[in-house]
């Protein structure tokens, strides 16, 4: 059982390590992923929310609706815990 | 299970550095606009100091000082916070989490609203994120020990 | 070569990755899987934090921003703060996740009084 695992384990990591070919080096600055949206973001976020965090910005004005559904998910997971584990009595 | 634990060098540095400790997550918490921080680092941050209380302490100290009432209410309040300012936003007028209009009702320019709406949001992930932890950490730390409310 | 030294970073991510997910599939102890599952995710935070870095860029916080900018932000001049957003929030919801999955391995000691897999699935047959 211990050997089909290892096997397994090997397979996704060949697999995956033979996928890097294709992603672009570390820190590249033409890499897919710095040319498309995120521009965007950088340079008009100090004209539009005033706010020198991008991060924050994006966070909370940009993916305001992500956030709060993500909020809601822990809020959902420590009910989750109470409902699981605390004693009520009646 | 967390015994009673009595050492006078941990409780007594517990003791002073926890408000130092609470002030620095409010500060994470309200200077998340310029610097590296808001209201998820925060939150953790104040949730951990009570965590800290918790641990150097006994289970008994951190309910006298946040019962477990307190803390649910916490963590609605701040879920409500958050969406309370996504439909202050849609009342008057705007898209559901649009600050821009909260130009109306705030004496300050639309770019300068959307900071504030920003701002308010931080408090109450902040808050949320306080009470999940510290709500998660005594619930598993505190086994048939408590009674719910 | 090339390959290797301009991509080393992915070999990392690649290597705790497949730790992880040895520990998830192979252990028996349920408590391993979940540190398992722990470790896996923080290859995959780890990894869209790396693809968000561009060479000789800084943090993305415009500097003595509240003095009002009075140049032009570049896009070169700073990181990819999206994968930073996104990954803020799976960290979050990393924790949540861990503190549900423990309540739920805490009532299923309370029940079979044992983590073992195997353990458990023999006394559920009976």
Known sequence: MKLVALIAVCLTGALLLYGTTDMPNWGDPNSPASLHVSPRYIEKTMEETAVPNMVTSVLADYRGYDTLGETTVIFTAAIACILLIRRFSP | MISPFEDVIIQTVCRILIPFIQLYGLYVIAHGHSSPGGGFQGGVILGASFILLCLSYD??????????????????????????IGIVCLLLGGNYLDYSWLRQILPVDPVEARSIGIFGIEVGVGVTVMAVMISIFLDLASEEEQKGS | MEQVIGKYNYWIYIILMM???????????????????????????LFFISTGSKKGATIPIVSNGHEGIHRAIEAFQYMNPLPH??????????????????????MIYRRYQTLDEDEILRLRRK
């Open chain 3, 85 to 106: 957003v996104l990954m803020l929030t799976a960290i979050v919801v990393m924790v949540s996740t861990f503190g549900v999955a423990l309540a739920l391995l805490l």
């Open chain 2, 59 to 84: 289970l008994q100290e951190i309910k006298k000082r946040l019962s477990q009432r307190a803390n649910v209410i916490f963590l609605s309040v701040g879920v409500i916070i958050y969406a309370g």
């Open chain 3, 19 to 45: 730790i992880g997910f040895y520990a998830m599939i192979g252990k028996k102890n349920l408590v391993k899987k979940l540190i398992g599952m722990n470790i896996f995710q923080t290859s995959i935070i």
